[in-house]
């Protein structure tokens, strides 16, 4: 067999372990399953917030949901976790619900079934550390799932969003992220938002942005009557 041909048929055999592994998972979870939960049952609005704690960004933030007696589920990273124990704590005894985004910002498509276990269990302790209690939510980086995810996650429950906002980009921050929010009806919808941007294909100033645009968002909502409910209120798919 040609050198050419040969790395034809390895490049060809791992597109198909990605897309058996990788690609079909995550369309399935996210499309045809049970096992993930994305509206609330109930009227109101779920704020959540992916990629933190940041210790400038977070902070901003939870001074900003205090002010308007918010509260609202961080999925949090776990080193980030270990770097910054008493934004975690702050979080904890604001009432706040804190869930798993893994130990590191990594794709479980780049996770073999016992590293994506490790990045769960790693994060669940850093938690429990800080807080005393296990956290019983997981969204994973970007949504993406792999073929293990079901049994590895199985004590979780799956969050994903309703609504998302590419708020990672400052662009975006700038031209549709008010308008974006404000459309987002409340009967239901969970929001996804982001209080980190030091993560691949953020801007790390992406957070200052979103803020900007999430106080004004809030601060004419609660005009309106309004209401954010906790994520632990029950849930539909």
């Known amino acids: 067999m040609s050198k050419r041909r040969f790395a034809i048929t390895i490049g060809s055999f791992i597109s198909l372990l990605t897309l058996l592994y990788c690609v079909i998972p995550t369309l399935w979870i996210r499309c045809c ?16 917030f992916d ?42 005894d604001e009432g706040h619900n804190i869930g798993i985004h893994h130990y590191k910002h990594v794709s479980s498509w780049r996770l073999l079934p016992n590293q994506l276990q490790a990045e769960l269990d790693q994060t669940a302790e850093a938690i429990e550390r ?9 969204r994973p980086p970007w949504g993406k799932f792999n073929l293990a995810t079901i049994k590895v996650a199985k004590p979780y429950r799956i969050i994903m969003w309703s609504h998302i906002f590419g708020d990672w980009k400052i662009l975006n921050c700038e031209e549709n992220l008010l308008q974006a929010l404000r459309q987002a009806p409340a009967n239901g919808s969970v929001l996804l938002l ?24 809030l601060d004419e909502s609660v005009k309106k009557g309004i209401q954010f409910i906790p994520i632990e209120s029950e849930l539909q798919t």
Do not use: C
Not at 58 to 69: A, G, I, S
Not at 199 to 204: F, H, R, T
């Open 51 to 92: 990629d933190g704690p940041n210790e400038r960004y977070t902070v901003q933030l939870l001074d900003l949901l205090k002010r308007y007696d918010i509260r609202a589920t961080f999925f949090v990273v776990g080193e980030k976790v270990d770097k910054h124990p008493h934004i975690i704590k702050r979080m904890h």
């Open 194 to 217: 982001h209080d980190d941007g030091a993560n691949p294909a953020a801007d790390d100033t992406a957070p200052e942005h979103m803020l900007q645009k999430l106080e004004i968002y």
């Open 33 to 48: 399953s049970n096992y993930i939960e994305k509206r609330m049952n109930k009227k109101g609005i779920a704020l959540t």
């Open 130 to 138: 800080v807080t005393g209690e296990r956290p019983e939510l997981y």
